[in-house]
């Protein structure tokens, strides 16, 4: 009730790109809504301007300036259709008894079969007007003659999550799983993979217990080689990624170019489950986006047992674009799972991902359309960098800022230039829509989602990019929630690893040996570099304390150099392109904090060992990280 | 990224300062080749003519100190630095392969120097006379093939210093990635390089003064990008020394045993010092009228300039490995670090006197000491 509640208390809509868009269906809604006093002439000529400027619909462009109610709208449209007006909301909704239906199809369409009557005709509620040819299309999916009412978009969205209730959840759960079994990360290790690591363990074991002293040797060997292969790859992707920092991929001109009569409808989605104290932000920073409101989709995802944030959301008194979809409960109660069912009802053009105490830069979105027409159909995804408003709120969260900064600022771009598959990062990825579905949308069983999604993309030959845009966020100032919060992300990238390599062959035959090895290195490194540190760091103190001749009754010499060598380069190495980082987004006062970038690989190691132990024991849970506990206002610090 | 300053653009022009020339990779690398090739096939002759430099000898014993069949753990982290005995060791021909590695740097500095006076939006006659006559000049050719381990110092001096101009007065991180890394590995392949590190971070304040008041912190922060990876390589290899071989072998530091400069005596060694600043200053005027210029419109990033030429006088002054030819050909390419952009006709033609005036001066020189040796082995 509390979503119908939110529905009626909306006082505008966003949808309706199809139908009355010409000048023509423009000067008769426009008439009508005059002539039943919804607007005033005044109104009526401003909005009339602004679909001159904007090419947008007269009816959404009313509504998104709060002028004329969704209901008062659709209300007219029924007039106009001359059809009745049918207040889903009235009428009880069972669960749908039309399997051969797809949700998808029909929230495109807007129309959805609400009842059956005694004589078999279906009663039907469409946002869409119901000209002949859409009458008899919609019979003849029906296969039973149909009686049309007209209802507002919103409303057909609230009789789809009703009807189809488990066909949703099961679509949004285990669709990747049923469409591709090899590309979800539900089953964690195929039998063969199961199989191998069986092998490396007796063999380690075996090694231990007949040769120890070599046995030793060589995984000592194998974490020092594997160490420093993986920090080398980040450190020359880095270089990579600064060598191309003159490469503006928007511009000034091609952004004043874009005219705003080509901009498409833009959904943004954004899965809140716990957020109620971020959520009047979350509106502020919304509301600031430079984009017709009219053109944007908004879609609040909101999980079914979580009242407190529905509460929030309602009381924050959400601008006229914003949705609120209630998410149905089920498992895996994931982010990934809410976005599946988010990309259900999703209706523009490109989608993007934002997280609810995200403040982009205004004009992201332009920018990333920008990105899209440059680069052409191939691109299907692009990254805005994250980086934190709250930086200098403790050493944590400096710590967390000099890391976002070389990532997304020097790695990605780096990725990007090479051409290298691009791990996403949680929020601020922007998608073509259709490329998205065709995609299989995200992996609900995968707890770094969108890491995973970049990689299926790039082993599917689509591309992934980066815009200059940056999107701020709160960095994580407790330990004990940025545990848990990197825990999910290193279980994440095993995840994603193990998916992607259950068939190391085809991934190499299908994106070829550098991909594949950019791959390896980055995913399956990013963990290993992690876990490799305690091992490295006792090496490291002990080595201290004993003088070579001692160790090397356990250890080669050469050995032992280079592990020591390893852990000394592969950290100083992180410790430079963490500076780097910091000062390119001149933040100055945070360069020498760059020195502590091996504790912080220190706590990263305590979150990936937590990490692997729940990749046995809870795969697919998903660790959620708190937001909206800084103490920080979400300024904008410099750009 | 740093906006551009808003006055006189320096050193490189404004709208040209960021394109690489020539455009693509490939014709960069052909370019290198080319230049480099007049370089390698001397090198290659004085090789087989038995022309080695007392460097060359000198890194050819500490190569060889290494080991005789492998190499000897506790031999290699002794040594310091270790790169150049190193690449003598690995490299088939051993330390004579070292003269073609030199040979091959010359392409890659003169190429820098050439593509920055492009960006600079320099007149090409004037690219052309700058570029000649720093390539044409007896004492760079034979650095670059006598004494190929100081000029590989050299190269790589060069790239940290046009590294730091970009990094700290353009904002660009890829200066500063090429600065930090160069001089670590400068420092890895010549410990006498430690100075240069000292005259850069000591330089940065200046370079930097004015994005100090736009941005607060800056030189710290620069000084700390620029020198960390040196003081980073320098003590893990003291550590690993330390642990493995229980000290440090600094021979490769000092020029030759005897004491000269400031271990011959404090004051006679200024005086020396002194009076060889004064000699490479002569032979690389190219380096006057670029600071002149840049003087007169931003005084501070002059006086930054200044900064990193007075560590060629701490360099002679501490006796260190840097001979004073390799001085004047650091000192030649600081000269093309400092030419403005779009220089006005005197200026430009200011530049082009002082360019041939330095190669008269360098060939007259020439005629005695190491180069004298070497035109006396061409048989000129």
Redesign the interface.
């Given at each position: 009730m509390a979503e119908l509640a939110s529905r009626r208390s909306s006082h505008s809509q966003v949808r309706g790109q199809r139908g009355h868009t010409s000048p023509l269906g423009a000067e008769r809604i426009g008439s009508a809504l005059l002539a039943a006093g919804e607007v005033t002439q005044a109104q009526l000529d401003w909005a009339l301007g602004v679909q001159r400027r904007t090419g947008s619909r007269l009816g959404a462009i009313l509504v998104a300036a709060g002028m004329v109610t969704r209901l008062a709208l659709y209300r007219t449209l029924a007039a106009q259709w001359e059809i009745p007006f049918v207040d889903v909301t009235t009428v009880p909704l069972g669960l749908s008894t039309w399997p051969h239906l797809d949700v998808e199809v029909l929230a495109r369409d807007l129309w959805v079969p609400i009842s059956k009557r005694a004589d078999g005709t279906v009663v039907v509620a469409t946002a869409q007007e119901p000209t002949p040819a859409r009458h008899a299309a919609i019979e003849a999916q029906l296969g039973r003659p149909a009686v049309m009412r007209a209802t507002t978009d919103w409303d057909v969205d609230y009789a789809l999550r009703h009807l189809f209730r488990f066909r949703l959840l099961d679509a949004a759960s285990h669709g990747l799983w049923r469409n591709d079994r090899e590309r979800s990360a539900r089953t964690v290790l195929t039998r063969e993979q199961a199989a191998a690591f069986g092998i490396c363990l007796l063999v380690l074991v075996g090694g231990v217990l007949a040769a120890p002293r070599i046995a030793l040797a060589a995984a000592s060997a194998t974490v020092a080689c594997a160490f420093m292969a993986a920090v080398l790859f980040k450190f020359f992707v880095c270089?990579v990624g600064?060598?191309h920092?003159?490469f503006v991929q928007v511009t000034e001109a091609e952004l004043d170019a874009l005219s705003e009569s080509e901009l498409p409808v833009y959904t943004i989605l954004v899965p809140c489950y716990r957020e109620a104290a971020v959520l009047p932000d979350l509106m502020r920073h919304l509301a600031a986006l430079d984009y017709p409101p009219e053109k944007l989709d908004i879609l609040l995802l909101l999980e079914e047992d979580d009242q407190e944030t529905r509460a929030a959301a309602i009381a924050a008194r959400p601008p006229s674009n914003v949705k609120m979809v209630t998410v149905p409960r089920g498992d895996p109660q994931t982010k990934p799972k809410a976005c599946n069912v988010g990309l259900v009802f999703a209706r523009g053009e490109y989608l993007v991902i934002y997280d609810a105490e995200d403040q982009p830069d205004p004009d992201q979105l332009k920018r990333a359309i920008a990105a899209f027409k440059k680069a052409g159909p191939e691109l299907v995804c692009v990254q805005a960098p994250l980086n934190y408003f709250n930086a200098q709120e403790n050493a944590l969260t400096r710590m967390f800022t000099l890391e976002y900064s070389f990532w997304f600022d020097y790695m990605l771009p780096g990725l990007s230039a090479l051409r290298l598959p691009i791990p996403l990062g949680g929020t601020s990825n922007h998608f073509r829509t259709d490329e998205l579905r065709l995609l299989g949308g995200w992996d609900p069983f995968n707890v770094t989602e969108d890491a995973d999604l970049g990689i299926r993309a790039a082993a599917l030959g689509k591309r992934v990019g980066v815009v200059n845009s940056t999107t701020f966020e709160e960095a994580n100032n407790a330990y004990r929630n940025f545990v848990r919060q990197r825990s999910r992300w290193i279980k994440g990238y095993v995840q994603t690893t193990l998916v992607h390599l259950r068939h190391p062959w085809e991934l190499v035959r299908s994106v070829g040996w550098r991909q594949a090895g950019g791959f390896a290195l980055l995913i399956a490194g990013t963990p290993i570099s992690f876990l490799a540190m305690p091992p490295l760091y006792v090496l490291m103190v002990v080595?201290l304390f004993l003088?070579?001749s001692v160790l090397s009754a356990m250890y080669p010499?050469?050995v032992l150099?280079t592990s020591?060598?390893s852990f000394?380069?592969g950290n100083?190495l992180m410790?430079?392109v963490s500076?780097?980082g910091?000062?390119?987004r001149?933040r100055?006062?945070l360069?020498?904090w760059a020195l502590l970038n091996p504790l912080y690989w220190l706590l990263h190691a305590v979150a990936a060992y937590k990490a692997l132990g729940q990749l046995v024991l809870r795969p697919h849970y998903w660790e959620k990280t708190e937001h909206g506990l800084t103490a920080f206002q979400s300024s904008l610090p410099p750009r | 990224m740093a906006s551009l300053p808003s006055r006189a653009p320096f050193p490189l022009a404004e709208r040209a300062g960021r394109v690489r020339w020539p455009a693509t990779q490939g014709r960069r690398t052909l370019l290198r080749l080319a230049l480099s090739t007049p370089y390698v096939g001397l090198s290659i002759w004085l090789a087989a003519h038995g022309f080695r430099s007392a460097q060359d000898v000198q890194i050819a014993r500490a190569a060889r100190a290494l080991g005789t069949s492998g190499l000897s753990l506790g031999a290699v982290v002794r040594t310091f630095p270790p790169l150049a005995p190193l690449v003598s060791r690995l490299l088939p021909g051993g330390a004579r392969s070292l003269g073609v590695v030199g040979a091959l740097c010359t392409g890659g500095t003169l190429h820098l120097c050439w593509e920055r006076l492009v960006r600079a939006c320099v007149p090409r006659w004037l690219v052309a006379v700058l570029v000649g006559a720093a390539g044409a000049s007896p004492i760079f050719w034979f650095v670059a093939t006598g004494e190929p381990t100081d000029f590989v110092s050299v190269a790589l001096l060069t790239v940290a210093i046009a590294g730091t101009f970009d990094f700290v007065y353009l904002g660009s991180t890829t200066g500063g990635y090429a600065a930090g890394c160069s001089l670590a590995l400068t420092v890895l392949w010549d410990p006498g390089s430690l100075v240069y590190v000292g005259g850069v971070a000591l330089a940065i304040p200046f370079l930097a003064w004015e994005r100090v008041r736009r941005e607060p912190g800056v030189s710290r922060s620069a000084v700390a990008v620029v020198t960390f990876p040196t003081v980073a390589a320098v003590a893990a290899w003291a550590f690993l020394a330390w642990r493995f071989a229980g000290h440090m072998d600094w021979s490769l530091l000092v020029s030759s045993s005897t004491p000269s400069g400031a271990r011959a005596g404090a004051l006679h060694g200024l005086a020396g010092a002194a009076t060889q600043l004064a000699w490479q200053v002569c032979c690389a005027p190219v380096v006057v009228i670029g600071t002149a210029c840049l003087f007169e419109h931003r005084p501070m990033p002059a006086i930054g300039v200044l900064v990193v030429v007075s560590s060629l006088f701490a360099s002679s002054w501490l006796a260190l490995r840097f001979s004073g030819l390799d001085g004047v050909v650091l000192l030649d390419i600081v000269g093309f670090v400092t030419v403005p952009a779009h220089p006005p006709r005197v200026v430009a033609v200011s530049l082009g006197a002082a360019a041939v005036a330095g190669l008269a001066l360098s060939v007259m020189s020439s005629l005695s000491g190491g180069p004298g040796h070497l035109l006396h082995a061409l048989g000129l």
């Open positions: 270089l600064a060598y920092e003159t080595s003088p070579p010499p050469w150099w020591l060598a000394l380069l100083a410790v430079y500076m780097m910091v000062f390119k001149r100055h006062r360069v020498l | -």
